[in-house]
């Protein structure tokens, strides 16, 4: 004979419903933030993407890999004011360790300079530290003047505190003070479209 089986109560499979229910917003509350960021992380890697024609290098001897926090310094200009990296936050800084006696350094510069005056305007600053001996050589290196704002590291103190023992390198740090990508070498294509594109992008964060 068969056996009839208990009818569940509409208690009951409103309950299940609702369990159910419960489970999958939980689930989709838990998950949302992981997708956004996902989402925002790949926005970013397609707008900083023309940030690659530099070849950054994505580990640096001091930080490890990148981005890391740039330590903070003050270094003076030519006539005398010191500026610390601090002061520029809310800036993209474009920090170039060179020196006049450095040969790929000489090569690179005309590249940068057209970069500093075509993101004049634009919170920007490119900061040029010389690890040159005195300012006699810096100003005669640029008979007149420069775009981007040169500094002295005569002692040499600052570049080994970014992992630099050669020049030139460079450090691209965006407006909070994170460096976000470490450049080794000369580079020609300072003044390309891409590398503006780049930095811009940065700037947008």
Known sequence: MPVALPVPSKNLAYGVAAAVSLGLAVHFAVSLPDAIDRGREGVRRTREAPCQVLKPAPFNPM???????????????????????SSLRGRVVLLNFWATWCNTCVVEMPSLEKLAKRMQGKPFTMLGVSVDENWDLVRNFFPEGSTMTVLLDKDKSQPPRFGTEKFPETFIIDADGVIRYYVISDREIWHSNEVQQCLEALMDD
């Open 63 to 85: 930080f490890g890999k990148l981005p890391a926090r740039a330590p903070d310094f003050s270094l003076p200009t030519h006539d005398g004011q010191k500026v610390s990296l």
